[in-house]
């Protein structure tokens, strides 16, 4: 299984941004989807968003759509998710996976879960 790797979350008051980095280290091959789910106690994981491995294509869940954009870097398997005008209900802890097809990826991805990155959004 592709290992992720999460990375950039805090403490934000509402209305403000952040950054979220995932990258899959050891996996060298440029075929992944990659995207991102968030997780609150007490609720299913939910998909965020996902690009696929060109970087041509992207998803979005529709609560964060025109605040969220996800986005490949130039290093092999690393994204971004850059986050603005946050809300409180977007508290939760923001996980990376992968898959080979977006489609794929946006039902849960095909990788293992790694620790995540918790997001706090303060009202």
């Known amino acids: 299984q592709v290992h992720h790797v999460e990375s950039g979350g805090g403490l934000v008051q509402a209305g403000g941004s952040l950054r979220l980095s995932c990258a899959a280290p050891?996996?060298?091959?440029?075929?992944?989807?990659m995207g991102w789910f968030r997780h609150t106690p007490g609720k299913e994981r939910e998909f965020v968003a996902g690009?696929?491995?060109?970087?041509?294509?992207?998803l979005y869940a529709d609560a964060v759509k025109g605040r969220f954009t996800i986005s490949r870097a130039d290093a092999l398997n690393t994204v971004y998710l850059q986050m603005n005008a946050l809300k409180p209900e977007d508290t939760a802890v923001y996980y990376c996976?992968?898959?080979?097809?977006?489609?794929?990826?946006?039902?849960?991805?095909?990788?293992?879960w790694g620790q995540g990155t918790q997001v706090v959004v303060s009202s």
């Open positions: 996976n992968s898959a080979g097809r977006l489609t794929t990826l946006a039902r849960g991805g095909t990788g293992s």
């Open positions: 050891g996996y060298t091959e440029s075929n992944l989807s």
């Open positions: 690009i696929d491995w060109r970087g041509e294509r992207t």
